[in-house]
């Protein structure tokens, strides 16, 4: 899918079969997130990796935006690395001096990510780092940032996620990957919020199963 994703991920390799026979090795980084906690695993071992910052409080329950968005996917798939961000933005809202500015570069040299679109599809110019990110935009990012081929195998489906849906894909093979579980009503929930601990599961599970896959 992308070559340069598929790259940083295969040189993570070997790096991730080490990381993940590890046991999680602090114990209580965040005064909110604790043991018993569904997420709790995932938010301890994303702080041992550096792709959350070790602070008094994770805030579970928030939403999270795009730009923090990017900055967890670009820091899970070690897309920092060696990178240098362009002088010149690429998004009119996203200007140099932003503490997400890299990260958000990086994720468009990656293919990551795209700004938004007009109704004609023209790209607007525009990123919106500070609009809350959907479940099935998350998924979108993920997919692509993982580089994950397509599986559209019906395993199972979600009665919120219907063929058509430009999410339908992306959605699809982040359940077959392992990445999403959805909800126990059987529902998706494509346009809910994705919260902080959401995203540190489904950035967990992506990065072990990239592992697996990209070590075989």
Not at 107 to 125: E, L
Not at 143 to 160: G, H, Q, R, T, W
């Given at each position: 899918?992308?070559?340069?994703?598929?790259?940083?991920?295969?040189?993570?390799?070997?790096?991730?079969?080490?990381?993940?026979?590890?046991?999680?090795?602090?114990?209580?980084?965040?005064?909110?997130?604790?043991?018993?906690?569904?997420?709790?695993?995932?938010?301890?071992?994303?702080?041992?990796?550096?792709?959350?910052?070790?602070?008094?409080?994770?805030?579970?329950?928030?939403?999270?935006?795009?730009?923090?968005?990017?900055?967890?996917?670009?820091?899970?798939?070690?897309?920092?690395?060696?990178?240098?961000?362009?002088?010149?933005?690429?998004?009119?809202?996203?200007?140099?001096?932003?503490w997400y500015y890299d990260y958000v570069e990086a994720?468009?040299?990656?293919?990551?990510?795209?700004?938004?679109?007009?109704?004609?599809?023209?790209?607007?110019?525009?990123?919106?780092?500070?609009?809350?990110?959907?479940?099935?935009?998350?998924?979108?990012?993920?997919?692509?940032?993982?580089?994950?081929?397509?599986?559209?195998?019906?395993?199972?489906?979600?009665?919120?996620?219907?063929?058509?849906?430009?999410?339908?894909?992306?959605?699809?093979?982040?359940?077959?990957?392992?990445?999403?579980?959805?909800?126990?009503?059987?529902?998706?929930?494509?346009?809910?919020?994705?919260?902080?601990?959401?995203?540190?599961?489904?950035?967990?599970?992506?990065?072990?199963?990239?592992?697996?896959?990209?070590?075989?």
């Open positions: 899918m992308k070559k340069a994703v598929k790259r940083v991920i295969t040189s993570l390799t070997v790096f991730f079969i080490t990381l993940f026979t590890l046991q999680v090795v602090f114990a209580g980084t965040f005064g909110d997130v604790v043991p018993g906690d569904w997420y709790y695993d995932a938010v301890e071992q994303l702080a041992v990796d550096g792709v959350f910052d070790a602070k008094d409080q994770f805030r579970p329950n928030d939403t999270v935006n795009r730009a923090e968005l990017v900055k967890i996917v670009m820091l899970a798939i070690d897309g920092m690395r060696n990178f240098e961000a362009p002088e010149a933005p690429t998004f009119k809202d996203v200007p140099k001096d932003a994720a468009v040299s990656f293919d990551v990510i795209d700004g938004y679109a007009d109704k004609n599809g023209n790209p607007t110019g525009y990123f919106g780092p500070g609009d809350k990110v959907t479940r099935s935009q998350a998924a979108k990012i993920l997919v692509e940032a993982f580089a994950y081929p397509d599986n559209l195998n019906i395993i199972f489906s979600f009665a919120d996620v219907n063929r058509g849906d430009w999410f339908y894909e992306y959605v699809t093979t982040a359940y077959n990957y392992h990445l999403f579980d959805g909800y126990g009503n059987g529902y998706f929930g494509p346009n809910d919020n994705i919260t902080r601990a959401q995203m540190a599961k489904v950035t967990f599970q992506g990065m072990k199963e990239a592992e697996v896959r990209f070590s075989k």
